[in-house]
């Protein structure tokens, strides 16, 4: 008896959620069919839906900034353990870890099971309603589960599908796991990160990861703005590897164009001299002179009129030639005051400066806070957060 009982319970839970689900669909398929609303105060991807089967970072810090702009998440977990990075603490707020908090507002979330045919009919469901699919399975991982491009295409010929990988959908490396730090390795971006005599050092965020999701967050706009023209979706292949090789600009350029190999300067910058920070009496200051203009202001307000005047120094061509001799100079002058006098002189001088902040010193700056980059929000079950909030200001 109990047994039936509990059986009874467990198919009426099951019919609630089908019929909860199809009562969505339901909805969102005539919001669709009525089209986008007319023009009025809204945020610019009012309307959108996404349906978001990514986990970690690069994919949830995309759809995050989708859902910052006003597009509606529909974030798809595992069943039981959900994001991975619910677990990643400490810290913690109440049960959930403040990593999963800091990229995964604006979300609906949803736990379906993908190995089995009814959460696969789910999610075809949830596609046929959405504008945009963002996963970040291996490659080849949703294809096999009948959920693929080619199979949401079949039933919405519409959606904007967008595949993040470690290193691309095809090529010899396509089916290894890639996390950021491992990718950040393999692009080169450690190598040419940290001190200059020394080791290789991991930023101190997941820029990999990070550029890879603005990257896909690019992308997918541009695939909106394509569909609006030709009523067709897409699809997208973004991937950590190529985002992180694509960013590394300048210093690939060097390579490609004149066989420079790169190496790792600290602070300091391989085309610019002063570009760099420098150890004062209590603190570390970042000044950067990238004309003569600006490195004759550097050295009146340093007092060191001579080293202006001085030929070794006249442009950045020969500052970089005779880098040592001149960082010696100014380093010698900068450890002579505190940051704070130095910013005090600097002010106002039109040389672009500013001390290295802790986070919590950057925190404190009058222009963060004026620029309210502090979101703070009521969680249903961690209570009062706050996090840095979306950085665009769109009037």
Same mark, same amino acid.
């Given at each position: ?9 467990a198919? /009426?839970l099951?019919?609630?959620r089908?019929? !909860?689900? !199809? ?8 919001a ?5 609303r007319?023009a009025?105060n809204?945020?610019?991807?009012? +309307?959108?839906?996404?349906?978001? /089967?990514?986990?970690v ?8 900034? /989708? ?5 509606e ?7 039981g353990?959900g994001?991975?990075?619910r ?7 109440g049960?959930?870890?403040v990593?999963?908090?800091?990229v995964n ?8 099971n ?5 959460g696969?009919r789910?999610i075809?469901d949830?596609?046929?309603?959405c504008?945009v ?8 991982k949703l294809a096999?589960?009948g ?20 290193y691309?959908?095809?090529g ?5 796991a ?5 990718a ?9 990160t +940290? ?19 603005l990257?896909?967050?690019g !992308?997918i706009?541009? +695939? ?9 979706g ?8 190529s985002s992180?090789v694509?960013c ?6 060097n390579?490609?164009?004149?066989g ?7 602070t ?5 001299v ?16 990238g004309?003569?203009q600006?490195?004759a ?11 202006s005047d001085d030929q070794?120094?006249k442009?950045?061509?020969l500052?970089v030639?005779n880098?040592r ?17 130095w ?10 400066? +500013?001390p ?8 404190s700056e ?5 620029n309210? /980059?502090?979101l703070?929000m009521?969680?249903?079950?961690a209570?009062s957060?706050?996090?840095?909030g979306?950085p665009?200001?769109?009037?």
């Amino acid at each position: 008896g109990g047994m039936s009982l509990v059986s009874g319970a467990a198919t /009426l839970l099951r019919r609630r959620r089908r019929a !909860a689900v !199809a009562a969505a669909v339901a909805g969102w398929r005539r919001a669709w069919a009525c089209g986008p609303r007319g023009a009025g105060n809204v945020k610019p991807l009012e +309307g959108i839906k996404v349906l978001d /089967l990514t986990r970690v970072l690069a994919g949830p810090f995309a759809t995050m900034i /989708l859902g910052d702009l006003g597009a509606e998440i529909i974030k798809v977990e595992r069943p039981g353990s959900g994001d991975e990075t619910r677990a990643w603490g400490p810290p913690f707020m109440g049960t959930e870890s403040v990593y999963f908090l800091s990229v995964n507002r604006n979300k609906k979330s949803i736990a379906v099971n993908l190995k089995s045919s009814h959460g696969v009919r789910i999610i075809k469901d949830l596609a046929s309603v959405c504008d945009v699919l963002i996963e970040n399975y291996v490659p080849g991982k949703l294809a096999e589960l009948g959920l693929g491009y080619r199979d949401i295409e079949e039933i919405a010929p519409h959606i904007v599908y967008c595949s993040i990988s470690g290193y691309g959908q095809t090529g010899p490396m396509s089916l290894r796991a890639g996390y950021d730090s491992v990718a950040c390795a393999v692009s080169g971006l450690m190598h040419i990160t +940290g001190p200059q005599d020394g080791e290789p050092v991991r930023p101190g965020v997941a820029m990999t990861d990070l550029a890879t999701g603005l990257y896909s967050h690019g !992308a997918i706009m541009a +695939g909106l703005l394509q569909r609006e023209k030709t009523g067709r979706g897409l699809y997208i292949d973004c991937n950590l590897l190529s985002s992180q090789v694509a960013c590394l600009t300048h210093v690939a350029a060097n390579y490609l164009t004149g066989g420079r190999e790169a190496k790792r300067w600290g602070t300091a910058h391989e085309s610019i001299v002063p570009y760099q920070a420098f150890k004062t009496k209590d603190g570390y200051l970042v000044v950067g002179a990238g004309n003569d203009q600006q490195f004759a202001i550097v050295c009146k307000i340093l007092s060191l009129t001579a080293v202006s005047d001085d030929q070794r120094y006249k442009t950045n061509q020969l500052r970089v030639q005779n880098r040592r001799e001149l960082i010696n100079v100014l380093s010698a002058r900068f450890s002579e005051k505190t940051t704070e006098d130095w910013l005090q002189l600097f002010e106002g001088s039109g040389v672009p400066y +500013g001390p290295i902040n802790s986070i919590r010193k950057t925190f404190s700056e009058p222009q963060v806070i004026h620029n309210d /980059l502090i979101l703070e929000m009521d969680h249903p079950t961690a209570g009062s957060i706050a996090v840095p909030g979306y950085p665009s200001k769109i009037v």
